[in-house]
């Protein structure tokens, strides 16, 4: 089988044969952006039913009906135990996060408000959308979960001391990343960066008192918060996490 | 002494109490943007003379005059050994190649044309004012040199055989990133990642025959080719760099 070009992220019940419609953007993404027409292929896919081979079967004014193949291509994967705590920044480099978290298999993304954090509010619809398109391109059955923000403090005053929180810590205090090697595996992990102002004193010392918090040093450079963040990913996700994995698509249909 | 808030990549020579002319973009940073005064002090540096104090002695209509200090604050450093040989593509991608491979340590940035590149040609001036930005903000001394644009087969054709090539591999044929640990610790390296669309079987298969050239896994999601380049920059920087490091301004002033 030749693999369809596109994929889309679904929100309908995925089941063998089924009609599915679908609306607003991707409706509008099939039909005037892609132009696709009657009979052309597509994957489906969410977190709960996997993905499907979708072939359009009518196109309305609002509106995309497509019919499911018989059978689930690839089935629900079980997520990465990555949770990515973040301080919101503006514009850009927030999608950046969002986008680069997602590719690198993150599985929760929770804004974290700290005392220097200038953005307290996050558009979770954009960040949602920003998430699912991530995921579309990059293969993912599923796309993280994005939480309501969260105050540092409380965040900290929670956390469950079996899940290491791998913190950046640029103030020279800290081992480097590359210790990490040297933790037992978990199974379920986060990693926490602070604004681009960093942490305060205070902070630090709050985090110093978390069980299961590993302050972290990411080199001589000081890194932009976006790019922390991606480092810590990269760092903990490609030793505790899938990556001896390949891409399944390719490896079985293209190679 | 306070660590002054701005640092600047000078072209100028920089030694004891030598009087600095800035011209253009920085003189318009400085007096427009930042609307700093006579007297105010900043940093300025470049890779030869490391970075120095300066204080603002006068300001005209497109030009700033600073002194520096008697004695440079920081010597220049050693770069880092790692070259980043990518794909150039398409807009605000290629702004975050530049910057987060700055920021993660390269020293060399070289664009490289595959057979599915899109953009053949890259505005080295832009590139290089991206570079300049991002060592402003990452504390770096030095910046990575942009080299002109090489076609793939000559780069490999003249690959140094001493030097690891580490390639992202998504066709699923090689082993994961992590297995680089198990390699000697080059003192250079370089990291290569195709286009968006990929290598080719060709281009795979002329890279199979290059001694020191080594495929990697990236796990099972498809990255970007942004992601990929960045992932590639902190698999091998954080092993074979300068990532026990600490920042040092941060070190020796604020602690």
Not at 149 to 154: A, N, R, S
Request: with cysteine; hydrophobic share 45%.
């Amino acid at each position: 089988m030749t693999k369809p070009r596109y994929r889309l992220a679904a929100d309908a019940i995925l089941s063998p044969n089924a009609r599915v419609s679908l609306h607003e953007s991707a409706a509008h993404y099939l039909s005037s952006v892609l132009r696709l027409t009657v009979g052309a292929e597509l994957l489906l896919f969410n977190r709960a039913d996997g993905e499907w081979l979708a072939s359009i079967e009518e196109i309305r004014k609002k509106e995309v009906v497509v019919t499911l193949g018989g059978t689930c291509l690839r089935a629900p994967t079980k997520p990465l135990g990555l949770t990515v705590c973040f301080s919101p920044i503006k514009g850009g480099r927030m999608e950046t996060i969002i986008e680069k978290a997602t590719e690198l298999g993150a599985s929760v993304l929770q804004p974290v408000i700290t005392a220097r954090t200038i953005v307290d509010k996050v558009n979770l619809v954009r960040a949602e959308a920003i998430a699912r398109e991530a995921a579309e391109q990059c293969e993912r059955i599923d796309w993280p979960e994005i939480r309501e923000p969260v105050k540092l403090l409380k965040l900290l005053g929670d956390w469950p001391s079996d899940v290491p929180l791998i913190y950046g810590d640029e103030s020279g205090a800290s081992d480097s990343v590359t210790r990490l090697a040297a933790l037992a595996v978990p199974q379920q992990w986060a990693i926490l960066v602070g604004p681009e102002g960093g942490f305060t004193q205070g902070e630090f010392t709050a985090l110093a008192k978390v069980k299961g918090a590993y302050g972290v040093g990411l080199g001589p450079r000081i890194l932009r918060a976006d790019t922390a963040i991606i480092t810590l990913c990269v760092a903990t996700a490609s030793v505790w996490g899938d990556w001896h994995e390949r891409p399944r698509f390719v490896a079985e249909g293209e190679t």
